[in-house]
């Protein structure tokens, strides 16, 4: 019989990263409901506190809905240097414990810990320290979950939220998938959930009942994928060296635009931007596309790519204005943005070791 080869996997979790932040940092926020980004009159809201959330306020929520849910909601402006500030603070914990971290974000990352600078082989202590380690240093918490895998590890971050953490044993990922809700499995979304319910698809094990066949053939590629990850399968290596396959910069505006000329002065604001990001790390790319976000809510985008690499504010601006006039705009527009892809980076590969150990 092959022996099974397995990783120790912890993935961290900040608890409401962004507004945690501006709770830290004024007090007075402190056990108020709380939105960062966005209004009560427009935009989007990037983060929400615990207390918000209460109301059922949301990340990706339009601010307009949010209120209406919570009357005393206070709006705040992002700060997004501090939050990287702070990110870089955590990353650096992180790192003195493992090599082999993948940020997601910057309030997230896995980690590989199956071989750890600290010789711990317990990845469930190791998480516990390192939660630790990042309230001495921030004042923040943070959730972990942990297990052979990022899927489970992922799932497992969630499960008892905030401030604290989650092992699932080799010998209890299947019994704890099973037992899943189909909503809380990662990368099912609301849509998908919702398909899943027509067949009779509820939880894990309901979903682990149905074939190979039934699956590929109802949700495609993706269903391959639902079918190995309900037996606790999946891969994928944790990836130290995460390459960007886009970088971009967008603007959401106060008032609604309607001539190109006002759009104009907006794009050359995000081409500097984005320029700004480009250098930063060394990055250059080919496609160059322009987001527009009308005022009902659609949503379009024109590409093109160029025979060069370009990183520079001018041609971006220049292919960006190119792309602006290249047909009639719907409606007047609330947003733009500007990204660029098919980047001048090279995908590096990880060599990770697999052992099997007593977790």
Known sequence: MEEIKLRKIIHIDMDAFYASVEQKDFPELIGKPLAVGGSEIRGVISAASYEARKFGVRSAMSGVQAKKLCPDLVFVRPRFERYSEISKIIRKIFYEYTDLVEPLSLDEAYLDVTQNKKGN????????????????????????????????????????????????????????????????????????AERMYQFGIYTGKDLKNRSLEFLEQHFGKSGTHY????????????????????????????????????????????????????????????????????????????????????????????????LLYQEKLKESVRLLGISLNNLNTEVKKTVVVQLRFEF
């Open 121 to 192: 082989p317990s990845a469930s202590l190791l998480a516990q320290e390192i939660r630790k380690r990042i309230f001495e240093e921030t004042g923040l918490t943070a959730s972990a979950g942990i297990s052979i895998n990022k899927f489970v590890a992922k799932v497992a971050s969630d499960y008892n939220k905030p401030n604290g953490q989650k092992t699932v044993n080799p010998d209890e990922v299947e019994p704890f998938l099973e037992a899943l809700d189909i909503r809380k499995f990662y990368g099912i979304g609301k849509v998908t």
């Open 227 to 322: 079918y190995y990850i309900v037996r606790g399968i999946h891969n994928s290596p944790v990836k130290p060296n995460r390459i960007s396959k886009s970088v971009g910069a967008e603007r959401t505006f106060n008032e609604n635009l309607s001539s190109e000329v006002f759009m104009e002065e907006r794009l050359e604001s995000i081409a500097k931007e984005l320029e700004k990001r480009l250098q930063k790390h060394k990055i250059a790319g080919k496609t160059i596309t322009l987001k527009i976000k009308y005022s009902d809510f659609s949503q379009q985008t024109r590409s093109k790519t160029l025979p060069y690499f370009i990183s520079d504010k001018a041609l971006l601006l220049e292919t960006a204005k190119e």
